[in-house]
């Protein structure tokens, strides 16, 4: 039996639409999904970058892992928060696995993948690399042999600034050199799995769905930045026909996405709700709309709840015994949350019509719970409403990211596309759960099943 290889490419918030929409820009990947076993990959809850690709790559959901999204709370603080990286996992990815067993692999951009963790071969740090490190890969000694291929930065770039110009020379040059490193390092060794992360599009949609979506709520017609997506997706289409190339039609490969993206309606100004029913108390009003709460006057002794932003709300009740100055006694929380339930259940967009809240605690969705997560989770409008946690807007919605230029949020529908040259032919699944693909991929290498690993593997498999 021939051993078993795989070539993995990541694409940051892709959903099924984004590539029929751009399907004449994207021939190299048109071709490859009209032959593979493909389909829609149903994301995890939360439908985030950093969650999102760990639970894909072991099989077990955001509570197990203990990873909520990109920022989580120090527990027992009311403004201290950290980023997750490649330790805050509780469990290992599949790559681990591999490496243990003796396969060599190469992991290029996957997150949260700062600092570079030890693999059985080569891992390549992801966009949430700090400015000026150069601990960014693994074997360190990789560092400046990879900087002379890449010839500058390509882990990411600044896309919430009003320089859309700029973002997009940044954009297109930074996906350049990550393929350049992509298709250097597959040249190294005949590796059993090689696993890239493109956070790309991600950055294009953030910063030009309103000029490519003539239904966005907020749609500019614009001559130049209105080419933009088309540039990007010409051009990763490139890139990836290049690295198909170099495969020489021998290798299977797995293209994959943690999410989709949509049009962003808003943002519901979270806190500021909170402040408006007396759950959040202010000392002394905001002085500027934006203000992040860490930074607001808080009466924490005469709050109840409050709420941090992002593509989902993380809500935190000030328990007493367990906040500084908590407020709220175990006993009444059940309470407070129905009641919660029930007052974000009435908001209504500002036509008038509901916005539409799904409101739930990690217990009710995960089989562990882990790490430092809110108390409850909160989604507006089915995602296309951002929760913004800052304050003093004085209203209760806002038309545009509070954290900076924005224009898309995050969707459920990801993309899952498994070709094998010995097999090629088109078929299409049912969606998938992005869980699944764990149990897929130990299946595939003819790994041992962790016992936390969830559900059935997706109907794919290599050809012997």
Known sequence: MDRPRLAVLGLDSVS????????????????????????????????????????????????????????????????????????????????DALSRAGRRVAVVGMPPGYPPPAVNGVYVSDFLTPDGTNNWAYPSGLVPELEREAGGPFFDISFRVDDRAGVARNLLEMTRRRWKVVRYLWGKEPWDLFAVHDIGPDRLHHAFWKYFDEKHPRHVEDPQLGKVASEFYSLLDEEIGRFLDLLGGQVPVLIVSDH?????????????????????????????????????????ARTEVWGAGGYYARIFLNLKGREPEGRVAQKDAEELVRRLRRELSEVRRPD???????????????????????????????????????VGHGRWFTQENDTGPDDAVHSFEGVFSFWDPRAPGGRRLPPQPIRSVGPSLYSYFDLPVPPYVRGEPIPFRRTE
């Open 16 to 95: 099924p639409d984004l590539l029929e929409r751009f399907r004449a820009e994207t021939p190299r990947i048109q071709h490859l999904l009209a032959q593979s076993t493909r389909g829609t990959l149903v994301s995890c809850d939360p439908p985030i970058t950093v969650p999102a690709w760990s639970v894909m790559f072991s099989g077990a959901d955001p509570g197990s892992l203990g990873l909520y999204g990109f920022r989580h709370r120090k527990a027992g603080s009311y403004d201290q928060m950290y980023i997750p990286n490649s330790s805050t996992a509780r469990r290992p990815m599949v790559w």
């Open 352 to 390: 008038g019509t509901p916005l539409g809240v799904r409101l739930f605690a990690p217990s009710e969705v995960y089989d562990e719970v882990q790490g430092d997560p809110p108390d409850l989770m909160a989604y507006f409008g089915d995602l296309k409403w951002r929760s913004a946690g800052t």
């Open 260 to 300: 989709g993206s949509q049009a962003m309606e808003g943002c519901f100004c979270l806190n500021e709700w909170l402040i408006d029913r007396g759950y959040l108390r202010l000392k002394k009003p905001a002085d500027h709309p934006g203000l992040p709460l860490e930074e607001a006057d808080v009466d924490w």
